[in-house]
């Protein structure tokens, strides 16, 4: 060949002669002159081989003394390589790998052979030239050229030696930025250093690339090229982010091959030294750099060897010293700049000459030829091709196939491409060329053409030879699209006919029509016959990518085969499928390409789910062999299970079809999901690509190796499982011919999108599901990177094998379990008496228990088609309510019907606040089903944001895991609100610029609505709008409360619709114009800027500190990992101390960055520190603290991940206890800094319980460097635990005052559940410390039993939750007391406060419970327990009221300085112009405003007592009630009356104001009525209870309010213990309501603002309902009795409420009447419908058992009374004529056998008084039996007092006489039935 060229040469034909040489064995410079010349140069050449062999041979000498290094690295690497086999590259379990990175990387790359084959990938061959040439590395972690900064990484810590004889010296940076200029600073200090980077992260380097160019210093970057993010993030490959920077003055040198990335590597290091300019040498990004194949691999000795030892003292000659000093860097005026510039050209121009006389030797080295440009084809070609890269192989690969077509075509490649050596292109391309296409991988909008066409065109236009050629060009390949032998096929079918310019290929573009048409036949050529193909189908996080990895490696190792694999898979972690193309022969393969229909031998799919939705088939050629891991071996089974569409592409291609049932093998091999290596055994077994002992023995050592950091155990796991595979391996043999010819049907997951509504979801995803993608058209795809929200819902991938089932008597709705959630997969519903009862016969649901959701059953439930099987929510769930179940049980218990039932029902947002636990799990998420991985710590935080805030939420995301599974395109996991379409808008821009980006966002949004609030200003000046007057009061009230979320939140939804009837009505002015426009923009946005921790502390942290010195309301949530979990866990500034990580293979040797102080410290900004699982409610309080803040604040939120490697069989499954432990251990610090505190430091976890080891041991990140460096573990766990320790107790001391109160100590010990009880505790401390007590305030946990003996006086305030459970952050504890010695706390005094829900049988059992406990221990209680009931009118405030006072005097409480000061205002009031006042005040919560249908006397007109029957019509159920609920009737006072009461006061009633709540303070429901502009009358007639009866404590602050003075004097002394019978006689004798109160003492005038203060808001009135929704739908009845009394003097006094439906009656109102209703739950439990209901009342008391009887009846007629138990009413009342309440609808009951036994009591009717309890005991017998025989239940209903005790006597005296039971008996059964839950009394 050689001789032909130099011939060739001298002939003159230099074109063809250089193209022969390009493809010679050896390259050699290109002569000049005459063949003397050639033969001179050839012996000088051979002379100095001779020379450099000498030296090789005595370097070889030298080299010997390093054996025990390379044996070292030869050891730790192939642990390294073995060590994860099995978890999945993909899935991040790989300590030493990047997600994304090959198994075979970490291989020895100091071979002794001269060039042994090894199974490397891309990256690794570049790095092991890399790291052998360089004395410095600066990395920072980007995919995919992470593994190459990973690799070096590894091999310096295990000491590997470069060509120097020393480690490469490898450094994190915070950013590529930084990386790029710490590489700009080695170089200048005369080192050899290099840096790895891709896409974003090169464009972070130039700045640095162009100062580096500039300055003429040798260094190489190697780029893994990848796309650029534009309108959406993509990882993938292509040559966007290398051409981005090709004017920076880099030479440019690229690699086709996993070969040529060791090669060309070796040229840019040794090239850029001697040529000084600095070498960019990339490979394709994934394409390349994580193909394996089969290279040949040099030592470190022969890269030695090549080094220019004159350039290389020069470059470190030329490094800074203080001994030979020099300047640099300076700056130039106009006048030199230019000169300067181009005073650098001579080393542009030598450098191809550099270039290409390096190849020369490293060719001659390996005998693989390298050149300037690569030729292949006919050597007088017709048609050219021009490309860079790894597709020139594909390419290449179809000139055959066209040759034998008789065309002349060829390809030039270009290796270099800066400086583009155009004489050298001009060479290689012979005057018979056409055409040339030039293909460029890359896109840049806006230019003329790209970049490597405009390069030719260029070079081209300068020889007149090529003047009649034509120059094509065209895309290819961008985002790592698929480039084929076919589609090269195309283009040359193009270029010899049709010559489109400016075309595409691979893609249908049916917008611009670039697109080439498809080629005339479908080529594999670049696959040689001989190859065996394979490809494995797998789901992201399986481990199934790990085990092929492995299985190149050992079958690349182990035999003369070449191997070649690609593993195709999406940038999302977890849920999505993996595709592996592997290939294995005795020929070179140079395919890149995945494996093309009919291709493969081999198939396997390791997720049974697959079958239904990827059509995996059409990979198989006809015979070849397909593995399914199923649970079906029987033909019958797989005819049920296995789509038609499959079956018969079995049939058609007669494939060997086999099952294994991997999943049932790992389960019992105790594996838990990993399948990885079953399903590798049958591929060995079945390939027969190695024989099959041979590589079984292999594989089984491989598993040693891998699993020897886990211990025997789970080796023998593996090994367990590799013997047990292939006896549930199972050949099927199946009905070819029946099979074959079944009907074509599609695919089960392509009829899940067939008729969607949403176009998108049609086109778009549901080809990319399927893995079509590739398929789908131009025309089809949203512009700009927007795409619809909520894809996610539409997939149901059904990849859990186990889901969560819940047992709905076990669960006590504290929704836990869909709090913590990652995927938002099991969460609770409401449903309304009809709805359920249209339920799933499967759906069972239970009485909603919280009183804001009366009305409503509950259920919990899970969407096993979604759920991922992490069982986080088993796990946290704390009544043992939730079981793991097979999908095929789930299928049974209806978890699809339930799901879909349930799901198409309204979610109530309205009934709970978002601010707690409960409250927020009852709203909507607007984050669900999202690809994170399987118990993701990071997604519950931000599904949490979306359910608090989603409505009005706006996010700027940071780059990383949040954004790849926050918006996977086609599958968008962000939804909108069911109700009204709202939604969180969500953008993510770069990894590095997030805050800023969110920043930017924050500032334009405040600023439209500054300016939208001056135009309200000027448009309430006009008369614009008064035709609406509606809305010049909502304007008003917007202007005031702008600021308010709430209130512009509901001023959304009212204003536009006013300002469009405004607009109809011809407001036209400016101001209208600049409000109209603008009116998407009255709601308060709320900015999150969300983000990793290695956005937040490394790359993104400058920007970070720069908006939070910034003083903006924005909020920032940082989801800290510890690691870059994105990029495959390598270390951040947040990874703490101990752990190993990537780039910390050796463990991090410093402390965790504190980003929470470094914000503290600017004193303004809210920091809190979170972790959700250990406790619930500091993370909501938090977040809620945060996002009210106005100003910036910083959320830290502990996000345990798959990096954590938790040392657990469930791994992320123990998410919540992960948490926890970190917490009570100390390691992650619990606490809330807000800046409006006068102590703004409050740490939510104050007592260490657990030390830290016990939280390490937990996860292998630290276990690993505790197994490999104990001493080091030992130091550094030390050192974190002295950390900690300080950091424990200056938070601790930041909570204490500088001039702590010198008082009585008090401890305030809490256990609060949702918060309620925490905050209550805290208002009680504020209480004792302005008495001047030493409070201290604690949870119960954050104490112990020694603690509590060393105090004195303490107060607890405790909750009940569920059945009786104590709190979490009480348990600890309350464990510890049972535990202690009796007397230890003999000197504690005590008191307790306990809050809890009478509707529970263990009503407030917590707070009895901690009492007995800590009477036992001695301690004295100082008073009984208090009590706070949740169905109390003002809930646990009432008892509290109560309790409070009593506990002042119990422990004679010092006196409150203030407490003689008039009662401090809630409100600034502002008057306003009466036009803009609403027409009445905001209705309290859950109310509706219902048409009341009738409202009717029903006792006699001459009878005392007014009965009422009401009925209140409600058709669209707006107010739905369950069995024995109440109705709440918020009633309004009489209009006049409060006329006359205003006129009497001296307050004007017309007088209009706008309340402002002052800072600080919280005004409560008064706040939230006085929400809008109002009318002094409209106060006092809807929110001021004025005709109420004051307590004495409002008598007391009118004495504060008066002047001194007469009134003040008697004020004084009614309240006073002298005074106590004068109050009896004139206040509380006489009824006296406010009002009068307020005229008696005329002198004492409080304000209006201190009347709205003082007084107390109306209560509403509860009134059971009598009616049934079942049996009378639409409509609420009631029956009340008007409550009248006389006063001491004799005045007729009326009930408020009663007075009003006296007011409110329909037959003498003049319109419709309008009642403000809400429902409230009742206390009533029912049985089953055949136990007996025995149901006791007197008067009204009979509402409910009217009720109880009309469901009955309903029952009955729907399923027959032999269904029904007995009903027994007892009622009691005067009079049969007169109060026998719908006596007559009672008897009709009876007569129609509902009432079994109606037994009235009417005590005025007869001669002797006769009560319910007589008729009780003449009873007897059935009473007994069905109460105590038939398990009946017992209702009460009626007025207090003794009543009680009387019908309960009278039910024990029944079971004596009817039973035949003693007294102790009777009372033992009558116990029995209360503590059973069997007796339910109403008492009012």
């Known amino acids: 060949m050689l001789s032909r060229a130099r011939n060739l040469y001298a002939s003159g034909s230099s074109a063809a002669a250089k193209r022969a040489l390009c493809t010679s064995q050896m390259k050699l410079k290109p002569a000049q002159g005459s063949i003397e010349d050639i033969d001179s140069q050839i012996r000088a050449a051979a002379e100095q081989l001779a020379s450099l062999r000498k030296a090789r041979t005595t370097m070889q000498h030298q080299a010997k003394t390093k054996s025990a290094d390379e044996e070292k690295m030869s050891t730790f690497m192939q642990h390294e390589i073995m060590r994860n086999h099995g978890a999945g590259a993909e899935s991040g379990k790989f300590v030493g790998l990047s997600s994304l990175t090959s198994m075979t990387s970490l291989g020895d790359p100091t071979m002794k052979a001269q060039q042994s084959v090894r199974a490397w990938d891309g990256c690794t061959a570049a790095s092991h030239v890399a790291y052998a040439m360089s004395d410095d590395a600066f990395i920072f972690p980007i995919t995919p050229s992470s593994p190459m900064a990973e690799i070096c990484e590894a091999w310096s810590v295990a000491g590997v030696k470069n060509v120097f004889g020393s480690r490469l010296n490898v450094q994190q940076l915070q950013s590529e930025a930084g990386a790029a200029g710490s590489l700009h600073g080695s170089v200048a200090a005369g080192g050899l250093g290099t840096t790895f980077t891709s896409s974003q992260g090169l464009l972070l380097m130039i700045p640095n690339m162009y100062k580096i160019a500039g300055e003429l210093m040798p260094c190489v970057i190697h780029v893994a090229a990848r796309a650029i993010a534009g309108e959406a993030l993509s990882i993938f490959g292509d040559h966007q982010d290398v051409m981005a920077a090709r004017a920076c003055g880099w030479g440019m040198l690229s690699s086709q091959s996993v070969q040529d990335c060791q090669d060309v590597a070796l040229v840019s290091h040794l090239a850029t030294l001697k040529s000084r300019v600095p070498i960019m040498h990339f490979q394709d990004g994934f394409r390349t750099s994580h193909e394996i194949n089969t290279i040949e691999a040099l030592n470190v000795e022969h890269m030695r060897d090549l080094i220019d030892m004159d350039a290389l003292r020069a470059q470190r000659n030329r490094g800074l010293s203080p001994l030979a000093p020099v300047v640099r860097g300076s700056n130039q005026n106009p006048d030199v700049y230019m000169q300067a510039l181009e005073s650098a050209n001579k080393y542009y121009d030598a450098l191809p000459g550099i270039v290409e006389e390096t190849m020369a030797e490293v060719s001659q080295l390996t005998g693989r030829p390298l050149s300037l440009f690569r030729y292949a084809g006919d050597p007088d ?135 080439l048409p498809a080629a005339s036949e479908v080529s594999d050529a670049a696959v040689p016959e001989s190859t065996t193909q394979c490809i494995f189908f797998g789901l992201a996080g399986d481990g199934t990518v790990g085990a092929n990895k492995n299985a190149v490696k050992i079958i690349g190792d182990n035999s003369n085969l070449k191997a070649q694999a690609y593993f195709a898979y999406s940038s999302v972690k977890a849920g999505t499928p993996t595709v592996s193309h592997m290939r294995f022969g005795p020929e070179s393969l140079e395919a890149p390409y995945l494996t093309l229909p009919n291709s493969a031998s081999y198939a396997a799919c390791s997720f049974t789910g697959h079958i239904n939705s990827l059509d995996m088939l059409r990979y198989v050629k006809p015979g070849g062999t397909f593995v399914l891991n199923c649970p079906w071996s029987e033909i019958g089974d797989l005819e049920t299970n296995v789509p038609a569409y499959v079956r018969k592409q079995i049939g058609e291609k007669d494939i060997k079809f086999y099952t294994i049932d991997a999943s049932r093998v790992a389960q019992e091999s105790e594996l838990g999901k990993l399948t990885n290596n079953v399903m590798q055994t049958a591929f060995f077994n079945l390939s027969n690509v190695l024989p099959v002992e041979q590589a079984l023995g292999y594989f089984q050592q491989a598993i040693q190796k891998t699993y020897k950091k886990h211990g025997d155990v789970v080796i023998q796991r593996n090994l367990r499982a590799v013997e047990n595979a292939m006896s549930n391996l199972h050949l099927i043999e199946y009905p070819k011919e029946a099979w074959a010819a079944l009907p074509q049907e599609p695919l089960p997951e392509a009829l899940k999108y067939e008729g969607h509504m949403e176009q998108f979801v049609q086109q778009v995803q549901s080809k990319m599901v399927m893995l079509q993608g590739d398929d789908i058209p131009v025309s089809h795809f949203p512009i700009g990177g927007v795409t619809p929200m909520g894809l996610s819902n539409n997939e149901k991938k059904t990849q859990a094998a186990e889901v969560p089932e819940v047992d709905m008597d076990k669960c006590t709705q504290c929704n836990y379990c869909s709090y913590v959630c990652p995927h938002a997969v099991i969460r609770p519903f409401l449903m309304d008496q009809n709805t359920y009862d249209s339920a799933p016969p499967t759906l069972e649901a239970r009485k909603a228990t919280s009183s804001e959701q009366a009305g409503y059953y509950y259920r919990i439930q899970v969407t096993a088609a979604d759920c991922t099987g992490c069982e986080v929510c088993v796990k946290t769930c704390p009544d043992d309510a939730l079981r793991m179940v097979t999908q095929d049980e789930a299928k049974e218990l209806g978890h699809e019907e339930n799901w879909d039932f349930l799901r198409a029902l309204p979610v109530r947002e309205d009934l709970m606040k978002a601010n707690s636990v409960k409250g927020s799990q009852m709203q909507q998420p607007l984050l669900e089903f999202s690809a994170a991985c399987a118990g993701c710590g990071e997604t519950p935080y931000v599904k949490l944001l979306t359910q608090m805030f989603g409505d009005r939420m706006v996010i700027a995301n940071a780059t990383g895991c949040s954004s790849i599974w926050g918006n996977p395109y086609g599958s968008a996991p962000y939804t909108v609100r069911d109700s009204d379409g709202k939604g969180p808008a969500w953008h993510n821009s770069l990894f590095e610029d997030n805050a800023e980006f969110g920043f930017g966002m924050a500032q334009n949004m405040m600023g439209r609505r500054e300016r939208l609030h001056d135009s309200v200003a000027e448009l309430l000046k006009t008369s614009d709008i008064d035709a609406v007057p509606e809305l010049r009061g909502r304007l008003t009230q917007w202007h005031e409360k702008w600021q308010s979320a709430g209130t512009s939140t509901k001023l959304q939804e009212l204003l536009p619709p006013l300002l469009e009837k405004a607009k109809e009505q011809g407001a036209s002015s400016f101001a209208f114009h600049q409000v109209y426009d603008n009116r998407s923009h009255f709601v308060k946005t709320s900015q999150w800027i969300i983000g990793g921790d290695g956005w937040a502390y490394d790359i993104g942290y400058g920007g970070l500190d720069h908006v939070v010195a910034s003083g903006a309301n924005v909020n920032i949530l940082v989801l800290d990992t510890e690691a870059y979990s994105n990029t495959g866990g390598q270390k951040s500034k947040s990874t703490p101390a101990g752990s190993i990580a990537k780039f910390a293979m050796g463990g991090k040797e410093r402390q965790k960055k504190n980003l929470g102080e470094i914000c503290m410290s600017y004193g303004n900004v809210y920091v809190s520190s979170i972790a959700m699982g250990a406790n619930l409610t500091q993370t909501v309080k938090a977040l809620a603290e945060a996002e009210e803040y106005n100003g910036p604040s910083l959320i830290l939120a502990y996000a345990p991940c798959i990096e954590f490697k938790i040392a657990h069989q469930d791994g992320l499954g123990e998410m919540i206890n992960c948490q926890k432990l970190a917490v009570s251990s100390g390691y992650w610090p619990l606490y809330r800094f807000d800046p409006r505190k006068e102590l703004p430091m409050q740490v939510d976890q104050k007592t260490l319980r657990d030390d830290l080891s016990t939280y390490l041991v937990t996860e292998n990140r630290f276990n690993a460097l505790k197994r490999s460096n104990p001493e080091s573990f030992k130091r550094l766990t030390e050192e974190m635990r002295t950390q900690i320790r300080r950091r424990h107790n200056r938070y601790l001391a930041q909570m204490t005052a500088v001039d702590k109160s010198q008082g009585q100590p008090l401890s305030i010990l809490y256990g609060s559940e949702t918060g309620n009880t925490a905050e209550l505790a805290a208002r009680f401390a504020s209480m004792c410390q302005s008495r001047g007590y030493d409070v201290e305030l604690a949870e119960l946990n954050d104490v112990s039993v020694e603690d509590l003996a060393g105090r004195k006086d303490a107060v607890i305030f405790i909750a009940t939750c569920g059945e009786g459970q104590i709190p979490g952050n009480a348990v600890s504890l309350y464990e510890e007391l049972g535990q202690a010695e009796p007397g230890v706390l003999s000197g504690l005094n005590y008191a307790i406060f306990a809050l809890g829900d009478k509707a529970y049988r263990h009503f407030c059992s917590a707070g009895y419970d901690y009492d007995r406990k800590l009477k036992e221990l001695g301690a004295t209680s100082v008073m009984d327990v208090g009590i706070g009931d949740d169905k109390d009118e003002d809930k646990f405030e009432t008892g509290f009221e109560q309790w409070l006072p009593r506990w002042v005097d119990e422990v004679q409480a010092p006196a409150d300085p203030a407490e003689n000061d008039p009662p401090a205002p809630l409100f600034q009031l502002s008057p306003v112009d009466s036009r803009d006042v609403l027409d009445s005040l905001a209705r309290p919560a859950r109310t509706q405003r219902l048409l009341v249908g009738f409202n009717k006397r029903i006792s006699p007109a001459n009878y005392e007592y007014s009965i009422r029957h009401i009925q209140v019509l409600d058709p669209e159920n707006r107010l739905p009630y369950l069995l024995g609920d109440a109705l709440a009737v918020h009633w309004t006072n009489d209009e006049a009356r409060v006329q006359q009461f205003l006129t009497a006061y001296g307050l004007n009633g017309e007088e209009s104001f706008v309340a402002t709540p002052l800072e600080g303070v919280t005004a409560g429901v008064k706040a939230e009525r006085l929400d809008g502009p109002f009318k002094v009358k409209s106060v006092f007639t809807e929110m001021l209870d004025i005709f109420g009866r004051p307590s004495k404590n409002f008598v007391k602050n009118l004495a504060k309010v008066a002047q001194p003075g007469p009134d003040r004097e008697r004020l004084e002394f009614l309240v006073s213990e002298a005074g106590a019978q004068a109050y009896a006689e004139e206040i509380s004798g006489e009824s006296l309501t406010f009002a009068e109160v307020l005229l008696k003492f005329p002198s004492v005038k409080p304000d209006l603002n201190q009347l709205i203060t003082m007084l107390p808001v109306m209560k509403p009135r509860l009134y059971t309902i009598a009616s049934s929704t079942r049996s009378t739908p639409g409509s609420i009845e009631l029956t009340v009795i008007t409550n009248t009394w006389e006063t001491n003097t004799g005045d007729e006094k009326v009930g408020s409420c009663t007075d009003y439906f006296e007011r409110m009656d329909t037959d003498n109102a003049s319109g419709p009447v309008w009642m403000d209703c809400s429902i409230s739950p009742g206390s009533f439990e029912f049985g089953e419908p055949h136990v007996p209901m025995v149901m006791t009342g007197t008067g009204t008391g009979v509402a409910p058992f009217l009720a109880f009887a009309k469901e009955r009846d309903w029952f009955i007629k729907k399923h027959g009374g032999e269904q029904a138990g007995e009903m027994w009413l007892f009622f009691g009342c005067r009079n049969k004529s007169k109060d026998y309440i719908l006596g007559d609808e009672l008897e009709e009951l009876s007569e129609k056998g509902v009432l079994t036994h109606l037994r009235p009591a009417f005590s005025r009717d007869g001669p002797n008084k006769v009560y319910i309890q007589d008729r009780i005991v003449e009873e007897a017998k059935g009473v007994y039996s069905a109460l105590v025989e038939k398990k009946g239940y017992l209702y009460l209903c009626g007025q207090a007092g003794d009543r009680e005790k009387d019908v309960l006597n009278a039910v024990a005296q029944a079971f004596v006489e009817g039973g035949g039971l003693s007294q102790e008996a009777a009372h033992k059964e009558l116990d029995a039935l209360i503590e059973e839950g069997r007796y339910c009394p109403e008492l009012y």
């Open 381 to 515: 070609p017709e048609h050219v091709v021009v490309q860079m890269g790894s597709a020139v192989k594909v390419t290449e690969s179809i000139l055959p196939t066209l040759q034998a077509r008789g065309m002349k075509v060829a390809v030039i490649s270009p290796l270099l491409y800066r400086p583009w050596p155009g004489d050298r292109f001009l060479e290689h391309l012979s005057p018979s060329v056409q055409t040339v296409t030039v293909l460029d991988r890359t896109k840049e909008h806006g230019s003329f053409r790209e970049p490597l066409f405009l390069d030719v065109a260029a070079t081209l236009q300068e020889d007149h030879r090529f003047a009649g050629l034509q120059l094509l060009g065209g895309r290819y390949g961008l985002g790592s699209k698929e480039y084929t032998p076919t589609m090269a096929l195309s283009i040359f079918e193009n270029a010899a006919g049709p010559r489109k310019d400016r075309f595409t290929v691979g893609i249908e573009d049916d917008v611009t029509y670039t697109s």
